[in-house]
């Protein structure tokens, strides 16, 4: 079904970008989604779609979550008026879209907004695991593939410079503290510059926003105590799942990474092992079976699943 990434197969649905059309409704109207939300093959609609889709139904939302082993018990839903760090969120469900966090960026970054030139989650969820309230930064994945010389290092050039330093800060911050995500040494071995691959760069900006927002409470009291950063994809981009000798060229702190999932990598060699713990991947297409039978549903699988 690899087909049904192409254009061609996609361009099928440029009249039914959006199952649900009224999907903004729950939005908060000055939110200014990306430019490329109309096109077929944009991720963020594909995110809207699914988790927008199925966010009205509690239950089918814990049930496709929990296929990537996250353990949710329950999920606590916003209401318009949300307020953390002097930002307020004028969303509501089960759900947030373009979530940055408070106003003033935990990790650095300078002007921006939510979904443009700043660090924002495709979907943010509050839910249950254990017993404790734990924010869901879930980055998503639908057609992309990187392999320009912009996305393969995005630490280079003068930008990359000011990039080195902003996360260089967040990273000493959690040194001095112990409390370091990344298997990094002080002296030798990987470091931050290994990390410029576009997709790991993004993993790295979700986890600091993750760690250094957490715990954290709502105005109005709620307490957040703990994160997972989850990242999913779509099961026939090879080209993103798995890394080539071109996406680690620019990264010798990952040699002999390449033809290894992404994922994997990014848990098993660059996590530490207690950070590995509050991250889930997986591919949203393969857990798109667990949604209450519906017209929804068979949308979902007909456009990006195995459904016919």
């Known amino acids: 079904m690899a087909h049904k990434l192409t254009a061609s197969y996609q361009d099928r649905y440029r009249d039914r970008q959006f199952y649900d059309r009224g999907f903004r409704r729950n939005m908060d109207d000055k939110l200014d989604l990306h430019k490329e939300i109309c096109n077929p093959m944009s991720s963020a609609a594909a995110c809207i779609n699914v988790i927008g889709g199925i966010s009205s139904d509690k239950a089918d939302l814990i049930a496709f979550l929990n296929h990537f082993g996250l353990g949710v018990e329950d999920i606590i839903s916003f209401q318009r008026g949300a307020t953390y760090g002097r930002r307020t969120y004028n969303d509501q469900g089960n759900a947030v879209f373009e979530w940055v966090g408070p106003l003033m960026s935990p990790i650095f970054e300078v002007g921006g907004s939510r979904g443009h030139l700043r660090t924002s989650v495709d979907a943010y969820i509050l839910a249950v695991i254990g017993g404790i309230v734990t924010q869901?930064?879930?980055?998503?994945?639908?057609?992309?593939?990187?392999?320009?010389?912009?996305?393969?290092?995005?630490?280079a050039g003068v930008a990359g410079n000011e990039r080195l330093r902003r996360y260089s800060s967040c990273l000493a911050r959690l040194r001095k503290v112990k409390a370091l995500p990344f298997n990094m040494a002080y002296e030798g071995g990987m470091g931050l510059y290994d990390l410029g691959y576009?997709?790991?760069?993004?993993?790295?900006?979700?986890?600091?926003?993750?760690?250094?927002?957490?715990?954290?409470?709502?105005?109005?009291?709620?307490?957040?105590?703990?994160?997972?950063?989850?990242?999913?994809s779509h099961s026939k981009n090879e080209a993103l799942n798995t890394l080539s000798k071109t996406h680690v060229s620019c990264s010798p702190g990952l040699k002999n990474c390449d033809g290894r999932l992404m994922c994997e990598v990014w848990k098993h060699r660059i996590l530490t092992q207690d950070e590995a713990m509050k991250f889930r991947h997986g591919y949203w297409d393969e857990a798109l079976g667990v949604i209450s039978d519906s017209g929804l549903k068979r949308y979902l699988l007909e456009r990006y699943g195995d459904g016919e």
Do not use: I, M
């Not at 998503?140 to 995005?154: A, H, I, M, N, V």
């Not at 600091?208 to 957490?214: E, G, I, N, R, S």
């Open 198 to 232: 576009e997709p790991l760069f993004q993993l790295l900006r979700f986890t600091l926003l993750a760690k250094l927002t957490t715990p954290f409470k709502f105005d109005d009291g709620l307490a957040v105590n703990d994160y997972r950063v989850v990242h999913l």
């Open 136 to 155: 869901l930064l879930v980055e998503w994945k639908f057609t992309e593939s990187y392999d320009t010389p912009r996305q393969l290092q995005r630490f």
